[in-house]
């Protein structure tokens, strides 16, 4: 017994190594010949028409139309680029959606919409053809086919009540048409001040959705449901001729847009509206925006149980490009629960109005403004709208005259006009808070301003852990008497949560009388913080004239 355990035990030492031999030997001198095949080309009659199909969808569109160019170059860049890009868009989605957030925070009980992860990961986007546009303007019109299949990971805590859920967004993919305007030329590097970005038709999105893990995404009819509402609420936002503007060069050297009128719009009526309700009929009111504005929308009164509403109700939009900008008209019909029902919309460009000329319109609704949406054909009433266009007066203009008594007499008698129209005349009110300095609370220091004017209060984003806030946000007034008696105030103020508690503290304030402004057309000043040991606050007040 014992001799045959001591034999299995070395056949068993002397078999191993043998065997590791054998397989090495097999291994090198029998590697499989299928690995090594050459690439199989087939010619294009060798196809059937449905494989061809196929694979035409798949080309670029460098290849399949002749008028587009090939830029690999440009994919190279952007690819290099791509870590850099990618903070940069984040910073520009994260801004864009904390606006939307906050209009939905203290509705359908929701206590906050933040974000816990937001990357777009580390595989760019590619352009598969660009196009440049002949224009007439001071610009510069390129349409790229623009296709992303990314790894982004995008991660949204909504708190419902005491509840927290967990929205994650996943293989996010889009394949669009874009337009990128480059607009205006100006003799400053990078020689445009702005880029004005749109879809040019109904984009194709395709991603997953991850509520607190499960994957919703997985039910057949609920995903193409929600693939088919995403892409038709982006093309509703960014279908051309409606852009999202982005700001390149600085106000200092005069790139960005500023204010040049008021626009005063009366929406009178509507007639045989959509009814969307089951056992009474629709709640209508109306939404007034102005493209290329970050600003929330204006909106009418309700008129409950009227599809024939009568509103007369004004309103005033301050403009800022009157040649590109569209006003735009979307009618919803309210709800006590849920969201609201869409009616219609109708838009009406700026530049189809005559400076100080009355306008009245009577305007079909339609679903949007694709004009390939087969539900525009469906009848869905009319909205009747006064609009007036009002431009300021020239603040910067210049008088001077000759050197003899004649010449100084008319300047003199000039402005003298002009001072009268600015001490009496309706206009707009721009507040620019630029930055603080050395603003110090007693715990944390989270700062963010507000401003007191004419019971209206308006406040600048919080800027966490600093004493030297950096906002450089603008805020408007639309006045109908210029502010010569009246005083704006405004604060510094910091919060912090602790026991979850909001906990508010003011670092000091500024009054300003804004008859200084009204004089002398702008103030830009750094005002010493009362009820601070060393705070400033630099404020940049402007009063334009209608």
Same mark, same amino acid.
């Given at each position: 017994? @014992?001799?045959?355990? *001591?034999? +299995? =035990? /070395? !056949? $068993? !030492? /002397? !078999?191993?190594? /043998?065997? *590791?031999?054998? +397989? $090495? @030997? =097999? @291994? /090198?001198? @029998?590697q499989p010949r299928d690995v090594y095949k050459d690439h199989v080309t087939k010619s294009v009659d060798e196809f059937d028409s449905t494989s061809i199909i196929d694979l035409v969808l798949q080309l670029p569109l460098w290849i399949t139309s002749p008028d587009y160019e090939r830029v690999d170059w440009v994919n190279r860049i952007i690819h290099d680029m791509w870590p850099y890009l990618d903070k940069a868009v984040r910073g520009i989605i994260k801004s864009s959606a904390e606006a939307t957030f906050a209009e939905y925070i203290g509705q359908y009980c929701i206590k906050s919409i933040c974000f816990e992860r937001l990357t777009l990961g580390n595989i760019p986007p590619k352009i598969h053809g660009l196009k440049a546009q002949e224009s007439k303007e001071n610009e510069l019109v390129l349409d790229l086919a623009l296709r992303w299949a990314g790894n982004s990971d995008i991660a949204l805590v909504i708190k419902l009540f005491s509840l927290q859920f967990q929205v994650e967004l996943v293989d996010f993919q889009i394949s669009s048409a874009t337009r990128v305007v480059l607009k205006p030329f100006v003799p400053t590097f990078p020689c445009f001040s702005g880029i004005a970005v749109s879809l040019m038709e109904k984009p194709k999105i395709d991603f997953g959705l991850r509520i607190m893990g499960g994957d919703v995404m997985s039910i057949p009819v609920f995903y193409q449901f929600v693939q088919e509402i995403v892409a038709r609420q982006v093309a509703k936002l960014y279908l051309w001729p409606q852009t999202y503007d982005i700001d390149i060069l600085e106000d200092s050297i005069g790139a960005k847009k500023k204010p040049v009128g008021i626009l005063h719009v009366k929406v009178v009526r509507a007639r045989k509206l959509l009814n969307m309700d089951f056992l009474t009929t629709s709640d209508p009111y109306v939404k007034l925006s102005l493209t290329g504005e970050r600003l929330s929308s204006k909106r009418t009164s309700v008129k409950m149980n009227n599809l024939n509403p009568e509103w007369n109700e004004d309103f005033k939009m301050t403009v800022k490009d009157p040649v590109s900008q569209i006003l735009q008209l979307h009618l919803f019909d309210w709800e006590k629960v849920g969201a609201h029902d869409y009616l219609g919309m109708q838009v009406v460009p700026l530049n189809m109005l005559t400076p100080y000329e009355k306008k009245a319109l009577t305007l079909d609704l339609v679903n949007s403004m694709d004009s390939n949406d087969r539900h525009n054909k469906k009848p869905r009433g009319q909205i009747t709208v006064e609009t007036t266009f009002v431009p300021f007066l020239e603040d910067s203009k210049q008088f001077s005259g000759s050197s003899d008594s004649t010449g100084n007499g008319s300047s003199q008698n000039e402005s003298h006009n002009h001072d009268n129209i600015s001490l009496c005349g309706s206009g707009l009110l721009l507040v620019t808070v630029v930055e603080a300095k050395d603003v110090e609370g007693k715990y944390q220091n989270n700062p963010y301003a507000a401003i007191l004017f004419g019971g209206d209060r308006r406040k600048t984003q919080s800027i966490k852990k600093t004493r030297n806030p950096y906002w450089n946000e603008e805020f408007e007034f639309v006045l109908d008497e210029a502010p010569v008696k009246e005083v704006i105030h405004v604060e510094v103020m910091s919060k912090r949560r602790r026991f979850g508690f909001m906990i508010k503290e003011t670092l000091g304030h500024v009054d300003i009388n804004l008859g200084d402004v009204v004089c002398n057309g702008r103030i830009n000043e750094k005002y010493n913080l009362v009820n601070s040991r060393d705070g400033i606050i630099h404020l940049d007040i402007r009063w334009k004239v209608i």
């Open positions: 017994m @014992f001799v045959d355990s *001591l034999l +299995g =035990i /070395i !056949g $068993f !030492g /002397i !078999g191993i190594p /043998i065997g *590791l031999l054998l +397989g $090495f @030997f =097999i @291994f /090198i001198y @029998f």
